[in-house]
C-alpha cells in the first residue's frame, strides 16, 4: 500500500469514530422480556446451535444487573459458582456490534456489580462432559482482579475462561468502509453512518436511540474532565437531546 493513503485511512478511522458514535444514533439497546415469549427479531445471536440461538440477556441480581445468556426462556446468569435463572429479564438487540478479543473503550457495558464495577459480555468455547465443543456466554471485566477472566453459565454451574473469549462491542466497521469509499459486506450486522459526512453516501436503517460513554476522564479540563454516560435519542420532542449522568471530583449526577 502506498505512504499516501495512510493519511486518508487515518482520517477515515476518525470520522468513523465521531459519525458512528456522536452523529447519529447506534449501538447495542436492552429490551424487557418474560421467559416463553416471543425473542425480538433484531435480539444479538451469540451463537447458532443445531437446535437452537443463544441470544444475549442480563437480569437484576441482589448485587446489581448481571449479564448472561438464553435460549428465550430463562437468562441464566453465572455467579459466585453457580448459575441464577431469572424469568423476567432484557434482551440485548441491536445491528451495531463485533465480538472481538481485547478491551476496547467502544465494549458494551451490560451492568454493574455493586458500586463500582461495570460488566461486560463475553463468550467462550468450552467442552462439555460429553466432549462437544459449545458456546456459552456470560460476563467480565476491564479492571480489577476478575480482569482478563470470562465467567460463563456452562452445564448447570458458573465456569471460568481466561483465555480465547471475546467481548461484545459496538461496532464501526461499516462507517468506516462506507467512509473510505467501500460496500459493506451482506453478513456484517451493523449501520453504516458515513452519509452524515459524505453527502452522495445513501443512508440506511438506523435505531432510534445511541448510548454514549466514557469510562475514564476526558482529560479535557475545559470542559467535562470526568467520566459521563449520556443518551441521545430520536423520539419526537427529546430527539438531538443528551441526558448525561456523570461522577467525579466537582460533578453532579443529572
Known sequence: MSGRFVPWIARALALSITAALYAAPGGVQWVRHKAGAHIPNDAI????????KLYVCRAQLRDGVHP????????????????????????????D???RRDYLEDAVIAGRQG???????????????????????GKTYRSGPHAGHCYVSFEGSEFDVTSGFEVLCSSIAPTTLGLCGIANPEWMEASD?????????????????????????????????APYR?????????????????????????
Open 115 to 137: 458500586r463500582a464495577s461495570d460488566l461486560y459480555v463475553c463468550k467462550a468455547r468450552v467442552v462439555s462432559s460429553a466432549g462437544e465443543n459449545t458456546i456459552a456466554v
Open 68 to 95: 448472561g445468556a438464553t435460549t428465550g426462556d430463562l437468562c441464566l446468569v453465572p455467579q459466585k459458582g453457580k448459575v441464577e435463572k431469572a424469568n423476567e429479564y432484557e434482551v440485548a438487540v441491536g445491528r
Open 97 to 99: 456490534y463485533s465480538w
Open 193 to 225: 453512518y458515513s452519509h452524515y459526512r459524505i453527502n452522495k453516501r445513501p443512508s440506511g436503517t438506523e435505531a432510534d436511540s445511541a448510548y454514549l460513554q466514557s469510562v475514564v476522564p476526558t482529560g479535557h479540563p475545559e470542559s467535562i474532565n
Open 45 to 52: 445471536v451469540a451463537a447458532r446451535e443445531v437446535d437452537h
Open 230 to 254: 449520556g443518551l441521545v435519542t430520536r423520539d419526537g420532542a427529546m430527539a438531538g437531546n443528551t441526558y448525561v449522568s456523570r461522577t467525579g471530583p466537582g460533578c453532579t449526577s443529572t
